[in-house]
Nanobody
Framework: QLVQSGGGLVQAGDSLTLSCAAS????????MGWFRQAPGKEREFVAA????????DYSDSVKGRFTVSRDNAKNTVYLQMNSLKPEDTAVYYC???????????????WGQGTQVTVSS
């Protein structure tokens, strides 16, 4: 089970951090990803991180502004979002599993989603 926290209403240029904690002592995954879905749009990839090693991946729209990180001891992944823009407004979902590629949406488990709203 993935439990998300964070999110909320911020102004353009502000920062926000999302968290996603996986429950279960035997938690195992290949990667954890972040996706978002804006109203009327399809869910899109945002960022992902391998559970071992240092590999990360970002969409072009967030590269340089968002940072994905993890704490293996806490089974938690984070998404630090800086310089937020109104177009970042969406419901953000975390995911874990064994996708063929980190930016694929073929993850096995999904969080409940959390709303991020950026006002101009």
């Amino acid at each position: 089970q993935l439990v998300q926290s964070g999110g909320g209403l911020v102004q353009a240029g502000d920062s926000l951090t999302l968290s996603c904690a996986a429950s279960g002592q035997s938690f195992s995954t290949y990667a954890m990803g972040w996706f978002r879905q804006a109203p009327g749009k399809e869910r899109e990839f945002v960022a992902a991180i391998r559970w071992s090693g240092s590999a990360t991946d970002y969409s072009d729209s967030v590269k340089g502004r968002f940072t994905v990180s993890r704490d293996n001891a806490k089974n938690t992944v984070y998404l630090q979002m800086n310089s937020l823009k109104p177009e970042d407004t969406a419901v953000y979902y975390c995911a874990s599993g064994w996708p063929p590629n980190m930016n694929s949406n073929a993850y096995d488990y999904w969080g409940q989603g959390t709303q991020v709203t950026v006002s101009s």
